[in-house]
């Protein structure tokens, strides 16, 4: 049984699900809200929540030391009532395994004897780590229990890419913690390899395969994201006509909104778009930094220049740029001009893609989602062994 609230991780969590599944079991997944029907399209049974709360710990609220009590306790509260949920479901499904992408999910699992396996992001730098202290120093014994309630904790990523940080840096108790800790590489819901080539993906997507393609995801929502952004990014993508842009703006700015833009002949804007085929498709990728989208461009293998507005997306966006696979630009200093030259400097040198193509083989070592449910198979038969 899977479980997750947030979008990012909750796919995390649906790719170990995908690939259990492919292998013959039966997955079910504690849903809500928005999540439900997306998960419903991955072939996924969904068990339906009406009222599962949202648990982000990185709201609004987090930065602003006036309400840093009122968050936290309402994180303390928001945990409660997801491991109520978690609990009452799976006591009722009895699974042979919770698939965690919420910290209350081990504590349920060690609660009722099932092995539980806890998937988390790695954090690519100081400034990431820095950002977590601030923001869970309140929550801190919340955190612990579940990473030591699990019995299993998949970390997407790879040690290669941390950024000079380890596990010993934030998990304070990562010596009860480090024999059940695996990287597993990008955990992505299908494999780019099994996805048609580049060019087949372009002719798809821009109507020609032999056309350089531009990648530009503006992000799904947040604040930090907006109409001037598309704005800059539309007149940078003028200044080269002899490529196609696609734009992709999620739910960032309302389709009404979209159709007030006058894009150049050379780029579309679309609101939502197969991510990861379209970054297979594309010469260069342009995004914020996120983390999905930073292991979706290692699992394709796929350059990109990166525009950070926070500090774990800085971290992020460092892994491309020190790996020599990404150009890293100022968003407060950036111009129009400055993106085009960036976009072009990467398109026109194969060194980009090249270091880019060596972070994808490196990610593959790691095995992937099909890696987090071999070790799951494993653990699961050996605990049933055991009984």
Partial sequence: MGTGTIMGQTMRVVAIAKALQRRGHEVKFLASGKLI??????????????????????????????????????????????????????????????????????????????????????????????????????????????????????????????????????????????????????????????????????????????????????????????????????????????????????????????????????VVIRGFVPGTEMIKASDVTVFHGGSSTLMTCVACGTPAVVIPSMAEQEDNAAVLAQSGAGIVLDKKTMTPQMLADAVQAIVTDPGYREQAQKLKSLGEKYGGAEAAASLAEKFVAQKAVIQ
């Fill in 37 to 266: 029907p997306i998960i419903k399209n991955f072939g996924i049974d969904v068990i339906e929540i009406a009222d599962m709360p949202e648990f982000d710990t990185f709201g609004n609220q987090a930065n602003d030391l006036r309400h840093k009590e009122e968050h936290f306790n309402k994180m303390e509260q928001l945990i409660a009532r997801i491991g109520e949920i978690e609990t009452n479901a799976a006591a009722r499904e009895q699974p042979d395994l919770l698939l965690c992408g919420t910290i209350s999910g081990p504590k349920t699992g060690k609660s009722l004897g099932i092995p539980s396996l806890l998937v988390a992001l790695q954090a690519h730098g100081a400034k990431t780590l820095a950002m977590f202290a601030q923001r869970l120093q309140g929550i801190k014994n919340q955190l612990f229990r579940p990473q030591e309630a699990a019995d299993l904790i998949i970390i997407e990523g790879m040690p290669e890419i941390s950024g000079g940080v380890s596990f010993e840096d934030h998990w304070e108790n990562y010596e009860t913690l480090k024999e059940k800790i695996y990287f597993t590489g990008p955990l992505l819901n299908e494999s780019p390899n099994e996805m048609p080539l580049r060019e087949t993906l372009k002719e798809k997507h821009i109507g020609a395969g032999n056309k350089t393609m531009v990648y530009v995801t503006i992000g799904g929502g947040s604040s930090l994201i907006g109409e001037q952004f598309l704005q800059l990014v539309l007149e940078s993508l003028k200044m080269l006509p002899w490529l196609t842009g696609v734009v992709s703006t999620g739910i960032a700015i309302s389709p009404d909104k979209i159709k007030s833009f006058n894009p150049p002949n050379n």
